[in-house]
């Protein structure tokens, strides 16, 4: 079946400019996760939604930083004025249930560069 | 202390040996465990999980759990220069089991 979705693929901006990103999960998972991830580093968890609740948002770094998923699929990070350090590559995971042991799948990516 | 830590490499290895990658982790409770490898330019892609202390294999790959000493490791036996990539350890924490913390990754070099 289809994998995670991730679009754009690449996404230039200017700073202070607002970007959208989009994930498309695989069909049926109930949790999707966003990360983002700098050149030569590891992993930084940002937000994840779990079916109907609260999303997690403890790993956003800062208010310019928002994301939604609605109708517990397609989800959207949105990044508002963008900076330099916002510069990365943006992933998003999905998982097939909640509450158990968990596999994540991850997206091809959405390399942001801003200028 | 970092929740989870690995050597960030790189490890090289000559074609065809095991190739062995290690990671350790702090919390006590964790009971997820898994490894993702990562090309460069690329997403992490998940080749195993682990939940129970022990050995789990699949093809040329063995992960290992020791929870009392707190690390899991994988082994790549046989390994090829298609093997090399950077491979992230990830795990649960017992406070909130639905969220994976990933280390920084080890780099590993198989070289012919």
């Known amino acids: 079946g289809a994998g995670v979705s991730q679009s754009p693929s690449n996404k230039v901006t200017e700073k202070g400019k607002d970007v959208e990103l989009r994930c498309d999960p695989i069909s049926g998972h109930t949790a999707l996760y966003w990360y983002r991830q700098s050149l030569g580093q590891g992993l930084e968890f940002l937000i994840y939604f779990q079916g109907n609740s609260a999303p997690d948002k403890s790993g956003l770094p800062s208010d310019r930083f928002s994301a939604e998923r609605t109708g517990g699929s397609v989800s959207t990070l949105t990044i508002q004025r963008t900076q330099q350090e916002d510069s990365a590559v943006y992933l998003c995971?999905?998982?097939?249930?909640?509450?158990?042991?968990?596999?994540?799948?991850f997206g091809p990516g959405t390399r942001l560069t801003v200028t | 202390q970092k929740e989870v830590e690995q050597n960030s490499g790189p490890l090289s290895v000559p074609e065809g040996a095991i190739a062995s990658l290690n990671c350790t982790y702090s919390?006590?409770?964790?009971?997820?465990f898994f490894w993702y490898r990562q090309y460069s330019g690329k997403s992490p892609e998940l080749i195993m999980s682990?939940?129970?202390?022990g050995d789990k294999e699949d093809g040329r790959f063995t992960a290992q759990l020791n929870k009392a000493s707190q690390y899991v490791s994988l082994l790549i036996r046989d390994s090829q220069p298609s093997d090399s990539a950077t491979y992230l350890c990830a795990v649960t924490l017992a406070k909130n089991t639905d969220k994976l913390i990933f280390g920084t990754g080890t780099r590993l070099q198989v070289f012919p």
């Open positions: 919390d006590r409770g964790s009971q997820s």
């Open positions: 682990i939940y129970s202390n």
């Open positions: 995971a999905s998982s097939p249930r909640a509450g158990g042991p968990l596999e994540q799948y």
